[in-house]
């Protein structure tokens, strides 16, 4: 079974969780805390951030977008979770990472510091939001009516947007992505893979982590 370093919280770590659950791959997961990261997790991966997946076949993966690819092109038996052009949602989740993230994190820890107000960040992230909630006039899921790589990928950081000021976002005009945010979180995709974990001990075995969604017909 692969072994997946990761932590509860990290949007990273999410979305890896999320693909695996969707594709029915179960893990030895090693809940980490980010202040006391084990050392077999820093040897085989000295970038030291989660998640980071340790398989026979593939060995190291380290990059959340890797394990989600792993997970869904190695064991994915749903069509659906493949199309969507796969190139074309992994440019798309690169290019959200790239603009989306920083902002996001200067919104959320927003420094009393900082010459520009923390609604300057969210302005930034509204750009991507306001793209989001075009892309679902139409469809329940971000390219069409079942969940996609990029569905799962987003997800964790339009969740953590949300949250940093629920009024804002509550009253923000983006009603299809709101509508999508709250379908997520009580999707049973979503509330399988947040179970709390105690953090791993190095030489002990970690939890048998195999979450069993009743909509996967495998
Ligand atoms: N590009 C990486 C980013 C992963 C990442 O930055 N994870 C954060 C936690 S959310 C982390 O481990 N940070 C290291 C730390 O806080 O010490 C990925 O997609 O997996």
Redesign the pocket.
Known sequence: MAVLYS?RR????MRARMALAWCGVGVELREVL?RD?PPSMLAVSPK????VLISEQEGVL????DIMLWALLRHAPHTCALGGGVADQCALINDF?RRFKPPLDRYKYHSSDSTLPASYFRDQCAEWLRRLDTMLVQHVYLLGSEPQLLDMALLPFVRQFAHVDRDWFGNAPYKNLQRWLHAWLEHELFTSIMGKYKPWQEDTEGVAWSPQLSFVTN
Do not use: I, Q, R
Request: glycine share 0%; charged share 25%.
């Open positions: 932590f990290c949007p990273y770590a980010l990261k030291a951030t989660v998640p380290d990059e959340s977008l990472d």
